[in-house]
């Protein structure tokens, strides 16, 4: 399976006529957060795939529409109609299952000036426990609770910076060490130097930074 990873940043090469033709044989898109519903809708229109996105601490004008999840059991969520990418999915709190991958999503950015979507490590761990009934209903009916998780923040000393605003959540090292995701994507932190790296590991956990966009090919899952 290849996953198309977005964050942060419209990227040009996305953002063009040339998608389908660069990215049309992906699978699956995942958005770490920070873009528009609109970058949304061409991505999906475009490439005819399914795109699921955590919010991150920016672009949050539509996030108040989704609400609470109603049934953490729920291995597969319909999207929530608007006028701009009607097709994308928000995954925060919740655990679903596609094409044989289970993935969740954790949004938001540390707490650093009091915003919206932002969290403080014990805040993120309430969130995180939304997680649990479905990662553990993974665990008992697919033998594993998860392959990727989606985040807009990095963990705490793995990718992020030493400002306020990019520190990670320590709670994530201790959710890689207990749910081992084959996968944690995240954006938030911006690449600009080319040559910058962008994957780090952690334990079983392959930790990769989204911004821009990145593949990710991975082996079949049952």
């Not at 609109?38 to 991150?56: A, K, M, P, Q």
Request: with cysteine.
């Amino acid at each position: 399976m290849r996953l198309l990873c977005i964050a942060d940043h419209v990227d040009p090469l996305i953002y063009s006529t040339t998608l389908k033709e660069r990215y049309g044989k992906v699978d699956l898109v995942l958005s770490a957060g920070d873009l528009t519903l609109e970058y949304y809708d061409f991505i999906i229109s475009t490439l005819n795939r399914r795109l699921y996105f955590v919010f991150g601490n920016h672009h949050l004008e539509h996030r108040r529409q989704y609400g609470k999840v109603r049934d953490p059991f729920i291995t597969e969520e319909k999207s929530v109609p608007w006028g701009n990418g009607a097709g994308a999915v928000c995954l925060e709190g919740r655990v679903v299952r596609v094409r044989g991958l289970i993935i969740a999503g954790l949004g938001g950015s540390i707490w650093y000036n009091g915003g919206e979507n932002q969290f403080t490590d014990f805040a993120m761990f309430i969130n995180m426990l939304r997680l649990l009934p479905g990662l553990l209903w993974h665990r008992i009916f697919h033998g594993r609770f998860l392959d990727v998780l989606i985040t807009h923040s990095p963990p705490y000393g793995i990718n992020d910076l030493p400002d306020p605003c990019h520190t990670g959540f320590k709670i994530f090292l201790w959710f890689m060490r207990t749910f081992k995701p084959r996968y944690l994507v995240h954006g938030h932190v911006h690449l600009y130097d080319r040559n910058a790296a962008r994957e780090a590991k952690y334990g079983a956990t392959t930790i990769i930074n989204a911004y821009d966009h990145v593949l990710i090919d991975l082996e079949s899952t049952s």
